[in-house]
């Protein structure tokens, strides 16, 4: 493997860690923040849900409109954990220019990936149990389109003038 592709995994990878033990220490403080505040029944009522740092920054919110989000201290969302429209499950993680978008929906399972200025560049998705995998270039365009259907595999290649270059199986 390519040194820098492997240190770039390895630094993904301790990022991941990291991410999973702060969401777990903020779910645990959540917990016990809405046990120490519930009234005598054990319930907390309210719309939305404030964490704040020791400066007073709102750095974890819970609003049954947007899900759960979690924000760094400039106040921007790095995380948000909520449900679509149609009642399925999302998570979205936003680097500085680039995000992470993972949905389940009444297809399937699908991960998007988006670069700096927030246009799709590849999406990795199960649409009626047949995994796909698509890159798209900086306008949007797609590149690549890689899939098995029907038992089958598919792939095709596209130029810059948006061509097929190359496709498996061959076109009749």
Same mark, same amino acid.
């Given at each position: 493997?390519?040194?820098?592709?492997?240190a770039r995994l390895?630094?993904?990878?301790r990022s991941q860690r990291?991410?999973?033990?702060?969401?777990?220490?903020?779910l645990l403080a959540a917990l016990g923040a809405l046990l120490a505040?519930?009234?005598?029944?054990? @319930? %907390?009522?309210?719309?939305?849900?404030? $964490?704040?740092?020791?400066q007073g920054r709102v750095r974890v919110l819970l609003t049954t409109a947007s899900g759960l989000?979690?924000?760094?201290?400039?106040?921007?969302?790095?995380?948000?954990l909520g449900l679509d429209g149609d009642g399925g499950p999302g998570l979205v993680l936003y680097g500085d220019g680039s995000r992470a978008i993972f949905n389940v929906n009444r297809d399937g399972?699908?991960?998007s990936l988006t670069g700096e200025r927030g246009g799709l560049r590849a999406i990795l @998705? %199960?649409?009626?149990?047949?995994?796909? $995998?698509v890159f798209f270039d900086d306008q949007e365009r797609e590149r690549v389109h890689l899939a098995v259907a029907g038992g089958s595999g598919h792939g095709q290649l596209r130029g810059?003038?948006?061509?097929?270059?190359?496709?498996?199986?061959?076109a009749d």
């Open positions: 493997m390519d040194p820098a592709v492997a390895a630094a993904l990878e990291r991410l999973r033990g702060v969401v777990l220490a903020l505040g519930a009234g005598d029944d054990g @319930a %907390l009522t309210g719309r939305t849900l404030k $964490l704040l740092d020791d989000s979690f924000l760094d201290a400039g106040g921007r969302p790095r995380a948000v399972p699908a991960l @998705a %199960l649409v009626k149990g047949q995994p796909g $995998l810059a003038d948006g061509d097929t270059t190359w496709q498996v199986p061959a």
